[in-house]
């Protein structure tokens, strides 16, 4: 079966370089996990008016306010499908921020292929409150690129689309590095208005085990169906 990101590629996929293409292409028959470990070099967020932001964020496991060097983190990758029946690959994200006033921090995301919005959707969060439209590429490099777009915030009944000046535009590119044979990541969060929000940059090995069911402790804790 081919991945959401093949889906959302085409034949553009084929451009991706060979690693990018294997860590893209998990799907919920592949029976595989991409489990990455390594060191963000730097992790930093914006000017302190943007604090709070990120504070809120940490609460549902979506940004968080350290910052610093030399992070231990790890890339917890599964593919299967939800309870409504759509491929989804997790994006687990932790960082050993130790020393710091929280000694772990999570950013969780959950991507899925929207037939409905002909892109990838990637629920932020633990409860998936965010749904952010994913415009995704192939960078210079062979890396993949993604470029988010417009919000939704969805809690109960209550469903709107989530205003820019509150918040963030995310530019990600992730590549394979032949020199170091490791894979290599950059994320920058910026709002149009308030400038630079938070962000990040390091490199990573990948393990890939075999597996049959996502650990319970990564999946969210509700689904959301609208996209």
């Known amino acids: 079966m081919p991945s959401i990101y093949e889906h959302a590629l085409g034949e553009d996929f084929k451009r991706l370089h060979p690693m990018i293409q294997r860590r893209f292409s998990l799907s919920s028959e592949s029976g595989i996990a991409a489990i990455g470990r390594g060191v963000m070099e730097v992790v930093w967020h914006g000017a ?10 940490a609460w549902r496991s979506i940004m968080f306010p350290e910052q610093g060097r030399n992070i231990p983190f790890s890339i917890r990758n599964f593919a299967y499908r939800d309870a409504l029946g ?3 690959v997790t994006w687990i994200r932790t960082f050993d921020t130790v020393g710091r006033s929280a000694s772990q921090r ?13 892109r990838i959707v990637d629920y932020l ?7 952010v439209d994913i415009d995704i590429s192939v960078a210079d490099n062979g890396g993949i ?15 709107f689309r989530f205003p820019q000046l509150f918040s963030g535009i995310a530019e990600v ?5 032949e020199s170091s044979g490791r894979f290599r990541i950059e994320v920058n969060v910026k ?9 990040y940059r390091g490199s990573f090995d990948v393990e890939w085990l075999p597996t049959r069911d996502v650990p319970s402790e ?4 509700r689904v959301e169906s609208r996209e």
């Open 218 to 221: 990564l999946l969210p804790k």
């Open 173 to 177: 590119c992730e590549w394979f590095d």
């Open 86 to 88: 759509r491929e989804t």
């Open 191 to 199: 709002n149009r208005t308030w400038g630079p929000l938070f962000g």
């Open 145 to 159: 690129a993604l470029r988010s777009g417009e919000q939704r915030f969805y809690e109960g009944l209550l469903g």
């Open 106 to 118: 999570r950013f969780d995301a959950y991507m899925i292929y929207s037939h409905q919005r002909s």
């Open 125 to 131: 969060g633990t409860h998936q409150h965010l749904a």
């Open 48 to 57: 302190m008016y943007t604090l709070p932001f990120l504070y809120v964020g």
